[in-house]
């Protein structure tokens, strides 16, 4: 049973509008009077922060983009004076200047309880011993995991991320309930207890799993190893406080979004108008209570779709879809525009198939593009299969995605494994 102790208190979605148009009204008064920065945007746009009456009206306001947090390194958008400052992340961006978010205490606070709320939506108890093994320090934010896990009330087990040795352990001697890492960190652990017959040894139950996108085959794989019963979804980016923005409930039918701390839009991200009801679109965002830098229709370039209707659980809180890529993952092949996620769920369904996989994009002497798929065979199965399970995947890529691929089938155990985030796209057509 889930408590309720740190679920908000609207019922309906006009309580939830009522919530949102007045968190609306006060960020765009603070942020044009706090920062110059946004001022100047606010006003560009013809915006002044009386005009702001009623939901449509966000509409009218102009998008943040991380170029607006790069030119004001190192403390962008700042709408507080410093000394109100107690602490900054940086997000690890892969091109350019870090962007660099500052936090007031208030914005500790809020976090902390809306990521203690992540932890109710996945029905912990007070007597779940909960093993975070992801990062610490500026970059990452192993510290919201933690926070949220003490004001919730649950034993927090800081263990950092890798070691795999020292994990199995831990799981072993604390009793671990719940782990919190990436996915690809969860598959290796769970095949390091599966090497080491540990699996009668652990009492882990449920698994969260942030920074990365999970697909079916590596939780399927997981759940056979770990014998876990739920695996969650965890989103989050340091540009709205860090992870522990939303959480999937025990339906796992879509991730709950924290509706009263911020505005979750869709858009489609070549004409920037709103995508239509429950299409895939940009993730657009925009806080309601964020005092040190509140971000106002941010771009995250992080691609969803809203869930409409309700789910099962009963939550009066909104639902999005699990991420489903970058907009900048887009690839272009021949005219189609794909994702790599769309190949993940293929693999996903495929039975023989392992988790891993990558993609590799080729300009060859025709002039041509080419994709090669290489897909892991699964454990145990024959390597006479080889010619079989790549016609039908190829198939199958055919007739979802419109495009023609070679497939490669390889050995399990042969593609590289890694305790971060896997590359999967090799795009050598430059
Ligand atoms: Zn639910």
Known sequence: MRTNRFMPGFKTPEELRDIQLQGL????????????????????????????????????????????????YPFPLLCVPQDRVVRIHASSGTTGKKKVLCYTQKDIDDWAHFFARCYEMAELTLEDRVQIAVGYGVWTAGVGFQLGCEKFGAMAIPAGPGNMEMQCQFLVDFQSTVMCCTASMGLLLAEEVHRRGLRDKINLKKMIFGSERSSDAMRARMRELLG???????????????PGTGLD?????????????????????????????????????????????????????????LIPGECPCGSPLPRHDRLLGRTDDMIIFRGVNMYPRQIDQILSGMEGIS????????????????????????????????????????????HSILVSADVEIVDYGSLPRSERKSRRVFDNRE
């Open 249 to 305: 409930c025990v339906h796992h039918a879509g991730i709950h979004y924290w509706a009263d701390y911020y505005i979750l839009e869709t858009i489609d991200p070549d004409t920037l108008k709103p995508s239509g009801e429950g299409e895939i679109g940009e993730m657009v965002v925009t806080s309601l209570r964020k005092e040190a830098v509140p971000m106002i229709r941010y771009r995250t370039r992080d691609l969803t779709r």
């Open 228 to 242: 876990v019963e739920h695996m969650f979804d965890i989103p989050g980016m340091t540009e709205l406080y860090g």
């Open 25 to 72: 009204q006060w960020t765009v008064n603070h942020a044009y009077n706090g920062s110059p920065g946004y001022r100047k945007k606010l006003s560009d746009a013809g915006i002044r922060p009386g005009d702001i009456q009623s939901m449509g009206d966000l509409q009218r306001l102009p998008f943040t983009t991380a170029d607006d947090l790069r030119e004001g």
């Open 355 to 398: 988790c891993e996989y990558q993609i590799v994009l080729d300009r060859r002497g025709d002039g041509k593009d080419h994709m090669t798929v290489k897909a892991e065979r699964r454990q145990g199965v024959d390597a006479s299969q080889n010619d079989a399970l790549g016609r039908k995947i190829a198939a199958q890529i055919k």
